[in-house]
Each structure stands twice: as C-alpha cells, then as structure tokens.
C-alpha cells in the first residue's frame, strides 16, 4: 500500500488517516498537526523521510509560484532541511492545476460554468491559479492582500494590477520569518473584519482557515470558493448563509485534505518518486477522476 503522510503546523484537531483508492490502488492517507511547533514538525519530517511514498507541507509553502518563477521561503524550508530520500510538497503544483481548473471541474455540479458580479479575494498570494479562475468567471474582482495581510490600506483591482504587485511583493515575501508566513489554526476565533468587501461580493475565495477568522455574521447568498472543510467548517458557513461552497479538493469519510496532502497523494500514487510537473499533476487529476466538492445550502 502506498503512503502519503502530511505534517502541518496547525491543529491536531484537525487530523485525519482514511484510506482511499485511485484505480484499484490503495493509498493510506494520514494529515498530522502539530499545533505550530516547528521543532516538532521538523523532527517528524526526519523520522518519516525514506519511510512513506511521499510527505507534504501543512499550514506553510515552501515556496511560492508565479508566471514561471518559483520564489522559495526560507523560513519554511528549514522544516524539511533533514529530509533526502522523500519527495516533499507544499501543494503548490494543485494550486496551479487544480484550482486553476476549478469552475471547469466543478461545472457539472453547478449547472455549467457560472458566472458572478463581484469576487472579493482577501488574500490569494499562495493561491494564483485560483485567484486566475475567479477572474475569468467575475466581472470584478478585488485583491485584499495588502490590506488584510500587511495593515495597509490599500484594495487591488482586477488581474492585471494584482500581477503587477505580486512582482514586487513576492521577493520580498520570500524573506518573511515564519512568525509572518504561518497563521495559527489553534485559537481560531472568529472576529468579524472588513465587511463592507465582504458584503458588496457575491463570490469570496481564498483559505478557508484564514478567511474563517474574520468572516462576518451575515453572508446570505454567496458562494465561497475555498480549501479543507470539514462537516464543522461547512455548518460554520450554512450559519451564516453562505449559499454554495466549492472546496477544491474532494470530500473522503467526512472531510477535505488540502492540496498540499492531495499533492501528496497523486506523488504516492504516481510511483515516480520525485515532484510531479503541472502537465503530470493535470493527466493525473483527470485519469483519478480528481474533483472539487460542491455543497449547496
């Protein structure tokens, strides 16, 4: 049986080890929290290295991807600096094959490809492909990055301005301590901000765990285009009255893995034992049938 284990920094709470089956081959799935303890994480990604198929990265990219570069993060790195024999990834190449495909795969159960006014998309530096598909289905959309990541009280409209920051703001990304690049899923308590964008959107994506924290109360009618939900995650949504939710991954005995551990699992599943291309990654998703999760309220 093939292995794929993912190590996150985030909650144990949110573990899970389920065993699914692409094409009559067997893969153990298994997500570990470490509740932000980077030694911790660390030491488990030296114990595991040579002993599963493949590892991924919770809570934390190793690097970020846009327009043919890579611009690695060092602080994240150093979690994987004793690993040398297992393929590791961070879910960048899902972010940009999968979700970059999202509203195509997620069609059929949406009654085609839909079409929507206004996306606010709070924070998508790690997430391009999804923030690309957003675009080509909105008529307008706006970037929060700088304001709700960095304090600064700037909104980015459309594709083609957002591009142009990310060129400058990538580099320096790159550089952030850990303490920057990983948000703490343990105490996730919600504190409504931002509402006025929140409001004015009938379409949000971005990571749910993020956008989680600062949600407000009333979102009746939108649809959210999101990542890892579980049964409390998406009650958490219907509460507030969030319409559609479209989770990129698919749903295995309950809940969502991220698309680090899903990144994880197509490597296992390949058996090449290295990091797998986009066009690799994109026959992959279509020859396992590899679908996003659509819940409707």
């Known amino acids: 049986m093939k292995r794929a284990v ?31 303890d980077v030694a911790r994480a660390q030491q488990l990604f030296a114990e595991l290295d040579g002993q599963v198929d493949c590892l991924s990265v919770g809570g934390v990219d190793l690097e970020l991807r846009f327009d043919g570069r890579a611009y690695p993060l060092y602080a994240a790195r150093k979690l994987v ?13 899902l972010k940009n094959t999968l979700e970059r495909r999202v509203f195509e795969l997620a069609a059929p159960f949406l009654d085609g490809q839909p079409h929507y006014q206004h996306a606010f998309l709070p924070m998508v530096a790690d997430r391009i492909g ?17 304001m709700v990541g960095l ?92 319409s559609t939710v479209i989770t990129t991954t ?20 390949s058996g090449k034992g290295r990091l797998l291309t986009n066009a690799e990654l994109n026959n992959l998703i279509d020859e396992v049938g590899l679908r996003p999760t659509v819940s409707h309220f």
């Open 151 to 242: 304090g600064l009280p700037l909104l980015v409209h459309g594709m083609r301005n957002y591009r142009r920051v990310l060129k400058v703001m990538l580099p320096l990304v790159s550089r952030f301590p850990m303490s920057m690049l990983y948000y703490d899923s343990i105490d996730n308590k919600n504190e409504p901000k931002y509402e006025r964008y929140w409001k004015e959107a009938d379409l949000l994506a971005g990571d749910f765990l993020f956008m989680s924290k600062v949600l407000p109360e009333d979102l009746g009618g939108k649809t959210i285009v999101t990542n890892t939900t579980t049964t409390e995650n998406l009650d958490f949504l219907q509460a507030r009255g969030i």
């Open 81 to 93: 600096k004793h690993v040398h024999h297992t393929p590791v990834v961070d879910g960048q190449g």
């Open 250 to 269: 698919p749903r295995y005995d309950g809940r969502s893995f991220g698309t680090n551990m899903m990144e994880a699992v197509l490597t296992a599943y």
């Open 130 to 146: 999804m923030a690309e598909a957003v675009c080509e289905v909105t008529d307008k959309a706006v970037f929060g990055d700088l």
């Open 6 to 36: 993912s190590v996150s920094l985030g909650s144990s709470t949110r573990d899970k080890r389920v065993e699914i089956e692409f094409k009559g081959q067997a893969i153990l799935v298994e997500r570990i929290g470490t509740n932000g």
